[in-house]
């Protein structure tokens, strides 16, 4: 780029108008140099009148200078920032600036006009012609198509934007960290993190594994394991950093080729806590001398216990996958046990003393409490 305004400023350095006072063979020169460019080269004097626009600028543009000033070319060659809605100002064309002597570098603009209803996106840099005494008497803009580049980065940044979407929804903790020299650094971590350490994570980003789990020190040897076998999984029990609780986790752990690894962290601190509830509750039912079964809310026997064998001598065999209308002794009309099923299935407590059917048809007392 530099060589290029080099060339048009040698061409430019004449004491007379910028483009129209050279020797035949010059003018012929320069011409064929600037449209061999792939680039766009635009010219013009102080006043800001257009001389000279190569094939490619018009190619690019879809659009020529006409007999237009740059006050008036703006608008009509339809000239955007590249939020794409906002006109740009005449006076803050780069070529506009190039001649006011404030050269421009690499400015991105939108053009779209009648030629380029889609629109294009072009990359401007302008400087100044001067002569040979340092006397600005114009300036050159030199521009290049860049829509499918800038198409492309604004692709990248919505797929960033949807993949940042997806990683903070995912509804548990979800961190990744990233291998650096013998330690792991956390680079990123998603909502839920947040929400579990009540936010002290946001103090831990680019924290050292060593460091931020050093009361968990088998967690690195899982790190490189991961790195080493693609992914696994671990149960864990832990203090969430942060925090002063100790929760129960099954932890996974995914490699993310060359050097992160990506770790799910579910908390199964409730489930843990309700299958132990469930081991107490099925010990004391095993060990209560009360007959007792339990139902799906369709009425299936799911459950019963050991003294409801013993008391009617049915097994698990005869009851489970059928319903407690093996029980029914005949001396209760169909009402009851209607009464008896909607009081229980609407969240009722029912207790009533009577008859059941032991296997082999004899009949029991009992005096049964019935619960939802």
Known sequence: MKEL??????FSGKPDNVMAQYSGQENKFLHSVLNSLSEGVIVADLTGKFLYFNTSAQKILGIGSGDLMINEWASDSGCYYPDTVTPIPSDQLPLASAIRDNAVRNEIIFIRNQYRPDGIYISVSADSIKDE????????AIFRDITQQKMAEIALVQSEARLRAQFNGIPIPTYIWKKTGKDFILIDYNAASENISRKHIRYLKRGKLSEVYAHVPEIREYFLQCLHDTSLSKEMSFLIPGTDEVRDMIVHFVRIPPDKVLVHAIDVTEMKKNERDLRKLSNALEQTADSVLITDNRGTIEYINAAFEKTTGFTEEDTLGRTPGILKSGIHDPDFY???????????????????????ANCTGANRPSHP
């Open 338 to 360: 209607r009464h008896l099923w909607n009081t229980i299935s609407g969240g009722m407590s029912l207790r009533e003393l009577s008859p059941i059917a032991e296997k082999g």
């Open 5 to 10: 305004f080099a060339t048009i400023d040698a």
């Open 133 to 140: 005494q340092g006397n600005i008497r114009g300036g050159t």
